[in-house]
C-alpha cells in the first residue's frame, strides 16, 4: 500500500467514513491505499439509547464489516495529531501500555464528543450521566442499590440536571426505572433543572406544549429559571439558594467535541467543532477532513448547520469518507447536504413527538411516533450487516435517507 487513510473513531461519523472511503475506492479499483480506523473499541457505542435500560448493551462489533470493506482496525487511543508529518501518537487501551505512531497521507477526525463538564461544586464526585456506556452503566447500578438504602425521599428522588434534548429523555424513562427498583407504590421523584425560562430551550415552541403534556402525565416535574450551583451527596443546591434532597443527580447538560480538534490548527466553534467546508475538510489544514459532532458544517445554503446529532453525524460520515478518499485519489468530491431536519424525541411510557423543519413543527405525537423512534433507535442507527455489497450501497453518500 503506498497511500493511507486514517479515521479517527468508531462511532457513528467514523463508521460510516470508513466504510464510504472503501466505496470509493472499490469503485474507482483503487487498491493502492490503505483505510485504517483507530478506536479504542472495534464496536459502536449507540449513545443515543443511553438513557435506556442495560447500557451495557448498546454496543455493535464492527470487525466483521470492517473485514468484510478491507478497513484495517487499530485498536488505541489517538493522543497526539501531528499535522506537520502527517502523522498520530496512539496509546494501547486496557492492559496494553504500548505506543505507536502512524503515518497518514489523508485524515478523518471523527474522535465524537464528550459531556460539557463546567467547574460545579460536587459534578465530578456525586453526578452521574448517560454520555458514553461506562457512565450510564454506573448510574445504572446505583439505581439498582436504591433499594438496599434506608427509605427516605431523598431516595426516592432523582434530579436531572439539564432539560435540553437528553435531559428530557432521560427524565420520561426515570419514573418507571425507579418503579422498578423501589416498588410499584413507590412515591418517586423526578425533578429536571433548567437554567433557561423554558424546557427544552433549544427544541422551541412547537414541540413544547406535546413534552409539558407528556412530563406532567408522567409525573416528572421541572424547577426552570435557575441552575444548578452545587452538587454533593445528599442533593443538589440551585443558583437560587434552593436545597433539593437526591440521592441521584444526572448531569445533562450539554456536550463538547472531542479534546483532540484542539490539536488542529484551525478554527472552532463554541463547542469545539472544526469549521469546515462543504466537503468536510478542514479550513486552511491540507489533509484533515473532520466530521460528525468534530465538525460546524452547514448543512444546506439557507444558514443552517449540522447538530451534534447521530443524524447528522451518520450523513456527515458518508460525506466525509468519500470526499476523503477522492481527494486522495483525484476523483470529484460530492459535497455535504441535508436540507431535512427532523426530531424524534422519546418521552419514555407515553411515547414520543416527531417534528419536522428547523422550526420543529410537530408531526406525530405519542404512540406513532414512539413506533418511529424504536425503529431509528433499534434499527436505522445501527451499522449494516457484514456484507460488502450492502454495506456500499448503504454507505452512498447521496443516499437520502430522510426523505
Ligand atoms: C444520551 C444521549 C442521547 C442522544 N440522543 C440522540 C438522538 O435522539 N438523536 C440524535 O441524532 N443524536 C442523539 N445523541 C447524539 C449522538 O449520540 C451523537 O451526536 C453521535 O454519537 C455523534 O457521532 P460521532 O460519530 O461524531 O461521535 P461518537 O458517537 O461520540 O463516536 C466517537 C468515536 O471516537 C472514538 N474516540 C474518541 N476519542 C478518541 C481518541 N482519542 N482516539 C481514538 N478514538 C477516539 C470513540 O471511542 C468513538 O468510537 C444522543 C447522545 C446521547 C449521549
Request: hydrophobic share 45%; aromatic share 6%; net charge negative.
Amino acid at each position: 500500500m503506498s497511500k493511507r487513510i486514517l479515521v479517527i473513531g468508531a462511532g457513528f461519523a467514523g463508521m460510516w467514513s470508513a466504510l464510504s472511503a472503501a466505496r470509493l475506492l472499490d469503485h474507482v479499483g483503487r487498491n493502492d491505499v490503505e483505510i485504517a480506523l483507530v478506536a479504542p473499541e472495534p464496536e459502536l457505542h449507540v449513545r443515543p439509547r443511553l438513557y435506556e435500560q442495560n447500557p451495557n448493551g448498546m454496543k455493535a462489533p464492527l470487525q466483521e464489516i470492517f473485514k468484510a470493506v478491507g478497513v484495517r482496525f487499530v485498536q488505541g487511543r489517538v493522543e497526539h495529531i501531528d499535522v506537520a508529518n502527517r502523522e498520530v501518537s496512539i496509546a494501547g487501551v486496557g492492559a496494553d501500555t504500548s505506543r505507536q505512531r502512524i503515518g497518514y497521507d489523508r485524515l478523518v477526525l471523527a474522535a465524537g464528543s464528550r459531556l460539557f463538564r463546567p467547574q460545579i461544586s460536587g459534578l465530578d464526585q456525586h453526578a452521574f450521566n448517560v454520555d458514553q456506556v461506562a457512565d450510564a452503566a454506573q448510574l445504572e447500578a446505583h439505581m439498582h442499590g436504591l433499594a438496599s438504602r434506608p427509605k427516605s425521599a431523598a431516595r426516592n428522588t432523582v434530579v436531572v440536571a439539564g432539560a435540553g434534548f437528553t435531559g428530557i429523555e432521560t427524565a420520561a424513562e426515570l419514573p418507571a426505572r425507579l418503579r422498578e427498583v423501589l416498588g410499584e407504590d413507590a412515591t418517586v421523584n423526578v425533578i429536571m433543572v433548567e437554567r433557561n425560562a423554558a424546557i427544552g430551550p433549544d427544541l422551541g415552541e412547537g414541540p413544547r406544549p406535546v413534552i409539558k403534556q407528556a412530563l406532567t402525565e408522567l409525573g416528572v416535574t421541572w424547577k426552570l429559571g435557575s441552575g444548578v450551583a452545587a452538587i454533593d451527596a445528599k442533593g443538589v443546591t440551585l443558583e437560587s439558594g434552593e436545597r433539593i434532597e437526591a440521592d441521584t443527580v444526572v448531569w445533562t447538560a450539554g456536550a463538547r467535541a472531542s479534546e483532540l480538534t484542539a490539536q488542529i490548527p484551525a478554527e472552532r466553534d463554541n463547542f469545539g467543532r472544526l469549521y469546515v467546508d462543504r466537503n468536510l475538510k478542514v479550513k486552511g489544514v491540507e489533509g484533515v477532513f473532520a466530521t460528525g459532532d468534530c465538525a460546524y458544517a452547514a448543512t444546506d445554503d439557507d444558514g443552517n448547520f449540522a447538530m451534534m446529532s447521530c443524524q447528522h453525524a451518520m450523513n456527515l460520515g458518508r460525506s466525509a469518507g468519500h470526499n476523503v478518499a477522492a481527494d486522495l485519489v483525484g476523483e470529484a468530491p460530492i459535497p455535504y447536504s441535508q436540507p431535512k431536519y427532523v426530531t424524534c424525541l422519546d418521552l419514555g411510557p407515553w411515547g414520543a413527538v416527531y417534528t419536522e423543519g428547523w422550526d420543529r413543527k410537530v408531526k406525530m405525537t405519542g404512540g406513532v411516533a414512539k413506533a418511529l423512534k424504536t425503529r431509528i433507535n433499534t434499527e436505522w442507527i445501527y451499522p449494516p450487516s457484514a456484507d460488502r455489497a450492502e454495506a456500499f450501497a448503504l454507505a452512498d453518500p447521496q443516499r437520502i435517507v430522510v426523505a
